[in-house]
């Protein structure tokens, strides 16, 4: 295995964590992953696709992991109905992966860990079995958390992808 991503910014919870403590963990774990898969890159790269038959790039991804943050904190889990979103509209649902070259790297990024300071306030203020104010249908705080985890993973592994067409690097 290679130590690309061994960074002390980055480290899996205590197998002995209680549940919550857990799944905060996991989602801060590979919160940083996607972070240290996109640093040390200029802006090309990660704006670059290097997959012919996918919008995905680096930035893209953690633009729509910003949409993604919000979605579920703000819209599912506290129930707020304004249509408000960073990147995406009815006439570009695709904006976040799309139209990465309305801003830098660096700003969407800063966007990024605001939205995740923000979603760890909001999702602080619910207990695990607490359910949801928005959405479809109701559903807990414990849902939400694992969706984001299983998200962020999922994504992880197109960065790791994308990073090792970009320059070869690789890691877990």
Known sequence: M???LID????????SANEREMLEGWLNYHRMTLLLKCEGLDEARLNA???PTSSLSLHGLVRHLTEVEFYWTSTVLHG??????????DSSPDADFDDITTSSFA???DVWEEEQRRSDE?????TLDQLSIGGDEPVSLRWILTHLVEEYARHNGH??????LLDGSVGC
């Open 2 to 4: 290679s130590n690309d």
């Open 8 to 15: 002390p910014r980055r480290s899996e919870p205590a197998p």
């Open 49 to 51: 696709r290097p997959i």
């Open 80 to 89: 707020v109905t304004a249509a408000m979103s960073y990147y995406c509209s």
């Open 107 to 109: 700003h969407d990024c």
């Open 122 to 126: 909001l999702m602080s203020a619910f």
């Open 159 to 164: 960065a790791d992808l994308i990073r090792e």
